[in-house]
């Protein structure tokens, strides 16, 4: 019997996203009984086991602590739990599954540009119709906050399963919240984004919960998936960058760590000139430059695969909250 | 909840024994279903209800919830049936809301007066039936918290303002109970043009048929077909009351200033009258209907024995329910030690049109918390 459960999206770009994740960061997920099996192993970590769900039944998961992490939607964690940060820590943004949660309105509201404007439209309609203004959305917390966020009190929500962009041109609801990646969905359904009705800007996240058993045996398989995690994270912005050339010393090292952000993680330059230095990949050029015009014939630099650190801050980040 | 069987059997005793009381003073006891559709809840409450419902769905697919009040239910009830007016229910039942921990479902007495034309007067004897429920439970001398919404309307529709800020002060004070505490933030909003600023100034004096005109060009210029939801007369409606706003599209400090004092009104019912009254000859404020309806009330409240000494009014309070058309009150545990309000009422004009009734029906009720009652009472 496993002890650290993993939740990670059954089907889709979602999955096969989630996949090259784990794999950069040299975890490989493994379905036994092929692509429909809902039960995964993970060779490289001891006492880990991952099962596939729908990536809202991750976050009621992560919510109830019935699986330690999940990979899912921010904007499905904070739909699911309006006090997310009291029951999950989100470990990081994984850069995939990007999406805005907006409030959208028909087009010909031209009147309507902010959420001020919908307020001011909300209450008039109420008071003229006797009806609220209908908002169709499957956020509804998230919607809710937000419309009190910004004082508006004459709405109701009409819960959407599917399709709710359709909702204003079949009147079943008059504006809608819903999820936009580039907004062509919306557009093509005659509807807006209001200026400053972005709800919230979301992308797929590797999260923890916080009400999971967390024993030892959990913590120290939590402990190596994150350690591998981490040393890819930060390879991936890392770039190593080599050369070996007799004036390189002391003072050309601190110059470069000023300029460049670069650091000297083994030391030197040696006897020899030998030097390494890793920079963010943003400097690695003017890096390149510099040690050219100071001497060097030849810089080499590469991506390095991991780099693992003492420190491993997603852990101790998770450690400080479940304590 | 309670396992012991004596303490519910002593509780539902003494919540019953208080009905006895309502039914002697001519109060028809009536017992709607426990299911309601969530309908009504949802378009009268508006959506902070939401989280606190026990929501669920019937078979062919209808919003349904269980009561959580049964002020709503029983004028359902009464309209349901048809019956004349002045009419007058009592009920006493469980109610059904998720405050967030907790049992869950509370006990509930109340009363509902339907129809009574002399209007101060059944205020003042809602009030002293509350207080009477209160003593029922050995809490004597409760603090009774009480405002007047309709009074506030009055107020407003007296200012120099927009229709636009007449709604928004209208809904704030109604919404949040606290506009005091919104007022500075109210301030701010801005008078910064308007990015229609150009488009407004051309339509400023304009009449509704040429702006309606103008902007069902501008859609169909942009080749907007589908208006949803909202009507072009509507939009263009919108920007003509901007547009006659103009520049000056703030609230305007003397509008302020009278809303701040009006606001800050507070204390024994008699003194606050006369610093409205004081207000209002100050500002220039025709507001003698309803500042005399208030000295009635305030009247036959003292005629009929009740102690205004423990009556703290304020022009502030307002409960966060949009019926209410008139005066409301809450009754508090006097030593602090209940959190909640023991009982909660008012007058509540609209509700049986916005129910769907036919005809406006005069109302006023209150609802008792008998768990909270009973604290109140023990302490």
């Known amino acids: 019997m496993s002890a650290l459960i993993i939740g990670v999206p059954s089907k889709g770009r979602l999955q096969e996203n989630a996949h090259a994740f784990f794999k950069r960061a040299g975890i490989s997920l493994v379905q036994p009984r092929g692509g429909r099996d809902y039960r995964g192993t993970v060779p490289e970590i001891e006492d880990a086991e991952v099962v596939y769900l729908s990536a809202a039944e991750i976050a009621g998961n992560l919510s109830q602590g019935t699986i330690h992490f999940g990979v899912t939607g921010e904007d499905l964690v904070r739909e699911t739990m309006p006090d997310a940060d009291a029951r999950v820590l989100m470990i990081d943004g994984l850069g995939f599954g990007f999406a805005n949660v907006v409030v959208a309105v028909p087009q010909a509201w031209i009147d309507v540009r902010s959420m001020q404007d919908l307020d001011d439209v909300a209450t008039a309609f109420h008071a003229k119709r006797g009806k609220r203004m209908r908002v169709a959305t499957k956020y509804v917390n998230l919607t809710r906050s937000f419309f009190a966020q910004h004082g508006i009190a004459d709405y109701r929500i009409v819960e959407s399963a599917g399709a709710t962009e359709g909702a204003p041109a079949t009147g079943t609801a008059e504006l809608i919240v819903d999820i936009t990646t580039t907004g062509s969905t919306l557009a093509a359904n005659g509807l807006k984004v209001v200026d400053d009705g972005v709800i919230l800007r979301s992308q797929a996240n590797l999260v923890a919960s916080l009400g999971a058993n967390w024993g030892q045996r959990e913590r120290a398989s939590a402990r190596a998936l994150l350690d591998r995690i981490a040393a890819e994270r930060v390879a991936r912005t890392t770039r190593e960058v080599r050369s070996r050339f007799k004036t390189a010393d002391a003072e050309l090292v601190a110059e470069a760590k000023g300029r460049f952000r670069a650091i000297a993680p083994l030391g030197g330059p040696t006897s020899s000139g030998m030097l390494t230095l890793l920079c963010p990949p943003e400097t690695v050029h003017e890096l390149a430059i510099f040690l050219r015009q100071r001497g060097a014939e030849t810089v080499m630099v590469a991506a390095p695969e991991y780099i693992f650190e003492r420190e491993n801050p997603l852990y101790e980040a998770l450690i400080s909250k479940i304590g | 909840m309670s396992f012991d069987a004596a303490d519910t059997r002593a509780r539902n005793g003494r919540a019953e024994a208080l009905v006895e009381l309502y039914e002697r003073a001519a109060y028809v006891r009536v017992q709607p279903a426990i299911l309601q559709p969530a309908d009504a809840f949802l378009e009268l409450s508006g959506e902070e209800l939401r989280r606190r419902l026990f929501l669920t769905t019937d078979a062919d697919g209808r919003e349904m919830c269980l009561r959580p009040d049964l002020t709503i239910p029983t004028c359902r009830l009464h309209i349901e049936s048809s019956a004349p007016v002045p009419a007058s229910y009592c009920y006493l039942g469980r109610v059904f809301r998720d405050r967030g921990g907790g049992a869950g479902e509370y006990l509930q007495a109340g009363i509902e007066s339907l129809g009574r034309e002399d209007l101060e007067a059944t205020d003042a004897e809602t009030l002293a ?234 109302a006023v009720g209150f609802a008792a918390w008998i768990e909270q009652l009973e604290q109140a009472g023990a302490a």
Request: neutral net charge; glycine residues 12%; contains cysteine.
């Open chain 2, 129 to 362: 039936l509350a207080l009477d429920s209160a003593k029922h439970f050995g809490v004597e001398k409760p603090m009774i918290r009480m405002g007047d919404v309709g009074l506030f309307s009055a107020f407003v529709a007296a200012l120099n303002l927009s229709p636009a800020w007449r709604r928004r002060l209208l809904k704030d004070f109604n919404r949040t109970g606290t506009l005091a505490a919104d007022l500075s933030s109210l301030k701010q909003i801005s008078s910064a043009p308007s990015p229609h600023a150009g488009m407004l100034a051309a339509l400023e004096g304009s009449d509704l048929a040429s702006a309606r005109a103008f902007v069902a060009d501008l859609l169909s210029i942009a080749g907007i077909s589908n208006v949803g939801g909202r009507t072009v007369g509507e939009i263009a409606e919108r920007f003509l009351e901007q547009a006659s706003l103009g520049s000056a599209g703030g609230l305007g400090s003397g509008n302020c200033t009278a809303l701040e004092r009006y606001l800050s009104v507070e204390g024994d019912p008699d003194e606050a009258l006369a610093e409205l009254r004081a207000l209002a000859k100050d500002s220039n404020l025709d507001l003698s209907a309803g500042l005399d309806r208030l000295e009635q009330r305030i009247g036959f409240m003292a005629a009929g024995g009740v102690d205004l000494s423990i009556v703290r009014f304020s022009t502030a309070f307002g409960r966060a329910l949009d019926y209410y058309t008139g005066m409301v009150f809450e009754l508090y545990d006097p030593r602090g030690q209940v959190k909640w309000p023991l009982i909660a009422g008012g007058r509540y004009d609209r509700l049986m049109t916005l129910l769907g009734g036919k005809n406006a029906i005069p």
